[in-house]
């Protein structure tokens, strides 16, 4: 295995650039994300929340319904669907009940746990409660 100067494989820099690429990629979509969810007259509250139970991508209210978002970025439909793993769906339950246990003001509010799937040239792929 070749290593460059710093001592550091060709395997592990391609890795790690890869990395930040999915990782641009899941921040434009989240960007995309949000302006459809602000169009379609929802009010963002988070962006990436951290809890200990780790993060959710977004958090919107519309009326008296908070959603807690999870958005995916993928190249079709079926690979979108596959990402959402069961232990993902639990984390972000657990992530959100960590968050509204500090926030009074929405304990009244119907709550959802929603997807949205980007795909390239299609709008967002909005699925309440498909968590």
């Given at each position: 295995?070749?290593?460059?100067?710093?001592?550091?494989?060709?395997?592990?820099?391609?890795?790690?650039?890869?990395?930040?690429?999915?990782?641009?990629?899941?921040?434009?979509?989240?960007?995309?994300?949000?302006?459809?969810l602000l169009a379609k007259g929802?009010?963002?509250?988070?962006?990436?929340?951290?809890?200990?139970?780790?993060?959710?991508?977004?958090?919107?209210?519309?009326?008296?319904?908070?959603?807690?978002?999870?958005?995916?970025?993928?190249?079709?439909?079926?690979?979108?669907?596959?990402?959402?793993?069961?232990?993902?769906?639990?984390?972000?339950?657990?992530?959100?009940?960590?968050?509204?246990?500090?926030?009074?003001?929405?304990?009244?509010?119907?709550?959802?746990?929603?997807?949205?799937?980007?795909?390239?040239?299609?709008?967002?792929?909005?699925?309440?409660?498909?968590?």
């Amino acid at each position: 295995m070749k290593t460059k100067g710093n001592g550091q494989s060709e395997s592990s820099i391609s890795d790690r650039q890869a990395r930040q690429k999915r990782y641009r990629r899941g921040l434009w979509a989240e960007r995309a994300v949000c302006v459809v969810l602000l169009a379609k007259g929802y009010r963002l509250i988070a962006q990436r929340a951290r809890t200990p139970f780790g993060e959710i991508d977004l958090i919107a209210v519309r009326g008296q319904r908070i959603s807690f978002i999870e958005v995916k970025a993928r190249r079709s439909m079926a690979a979108a669907e596959a990402s959402v793993s069961n232990k993902q769906r639990q984390r972000i339950k657990r992530a959100a009940t960590s968050w509204l246990n500090d926030k009074p003001q929405f304990h009244e509010h119907e709550i959802t746990f929603d997807l949205i799937f980007v795909l390239p040239w299609r709008l967002p792929h909005h699925i309440v409660n498909g968590l």
